[in-house]
């Protein structure tokens, strides 16, 4: 049963929503843009209301995901096996088994497994993911803050070993999806978000 679960996971996040979304309208964004099938290739070639579906359904298996563990799995069950269900969702959006095994970064999915298996984690990934895309305008290192951000609380609140795994391993697996992002940033040909970098527009006018 436990086994089955996490597979159960895996396959529900390897439904991508970029990927079926975009089979309605035939288009392969994995074609277009950054060649990423999440959110932010979403909108940047589809505009707001495809990326909008995109983050819904993305986030919305993830929680899913967590939740059918939450509630499936023994009670005498370790919550390991809750941690292992919820990564096996973001690893099956990351490498979709229905999509050739190219997915999106992991980000949204990943967000949505918070909201079941740690909220409290959620609220505060999301504030530092918010407040660095304000500042810089960058949607990939803002990411990586914040799976560094889950991490650092995973460690410093003295959580769990299973909580703690999947905290590092989450950070880590951000990491390694967006390494392309930070081979861009070096060479200084990384994507903005001009518009959403109100917090770094305003300071560079206070300097002005």
């Known amino acids: ?11 529900l996040g390897s439904l991508s929503g970029s ?7 035939g288009v392969d964004i994995r074609t277009l843009g950054s060649g990423n099938a999440g959110g932010s290739n979403a909108l940047r070639t589809q505009g707001a209301w495809f990326a ?14 967590a939740w059918l563990a939450l509630r499936l799995l023994p009670p005498a069950a370790s919550s390991a096996w809750l941690y292992a269900c919820a990564l096996a969702a973001v690893a099956g959006h990351v490498w979709p088994l229905f999509h050739g095994f190219r997915g999106g970064k992991g980000a949204a999915t990943l967000a949505g497994t918070l909201a079941v298996v740690w909220p409290g984690a959620l609220a505060l990934v999301l504030a530092v993911w918010l407040l660095s895309l304000a500042v810089g305008g960058y949607a990939s290192v803002s990411t990586l803050l914040a799976g560094l951000a889950l991490a650092l609380l995973a460690l410093l609140s003295g959580a769990e070993w299973p909580r703690l795994a999947f905290a590092v391993a989450a950070a ?4 390694y999806t967006h390494r392309a992002n930070l081979a861009r940033l070096r060479a200084g040909s990384e994507s903005r978000f001009e518009r959403a970098r109100v917090l770094g527009r305003w300071w560079a006018r206070r300097g002005d």
């Open 1 to 11: 049963m436990n086994f089955a679960l996490v597979l159960l996971a895996y396959l």
């Open 19 to 25: 990927l079926l979304l975009g089979r309605l309208r």
């Open 52 to 65: 909008l579906g995109t983050v819904i359904v993305d986030v919305g298996k993830g929680a899913l995901a």
């Open 172 to 175: 880590a697996l951000l990491l």
